[in-house]
Nanobody, 123 residues
Framework: QVQLVESGGGLVQAGGSLRLSCAAS????????KGWFRQTPGKEREFVAA????????VYADSVKGRFTISRDNAKNTVDLQMNSLKPDDTAVYYC????????????????WGQGTQVTVSS
């Protein structure tokens, strides 16, 4: 059974940092790009960041550029999201996902999803 499991969410004050991690199991993800998305109640899932299989290509949403960093460790089958200078607007459930091919900003291109982890940033 393929699983993506996120961890590292929590409550943090504005200006603080959190590091999210996503562990994959159940299959190899060779050739898969990995991405992070976020969602708040009543809104569509929003792209945050994505990284290529090799790790050499990354894409970020404008809203997080310069504050968030995505990275991956293929030996451990993990992808991380380092979030710095957090703002209340970053509050959301964060999801990791896997997509065969190049990194994409579009949720429909992702084949596997985690269950999400809550990030709450207080002002």
């Amino acid at each position: 059974q393929v699983q993506l499991v996120e961890s590292g969410g929590g409550l943090v004050q504005a200006g603080g940092s959190l590091r999210l991690s996503c562990a994959a199991s159940g299959r190899t993800f060779s050739g898969y790009a990995k991405g992070w998305f976020r969602q708040t109640p009543g809104k569509e899932r929003e792209f945050v960041a994505a990284i290529s299989w090799s790790g050499g290509g990354t894409v970020y949403a404008d809203s997080v550029k310069g504050r968030f960093t995505i990275s991956r460790d293929n030996a451990k089958n993990t992808v991380d999201l380092q979030m710095n200078s957090l703002k209340p607007d970053d509050t959301a459930v964060y999801y990791c996902a896997a997509s065969l091919g190049v990194p994409s900003t579009t949720p429909i291109r992702y084949d596997y999803w985690g269950q999400g982890t809550q990030v709450t940033v207080s002002s």
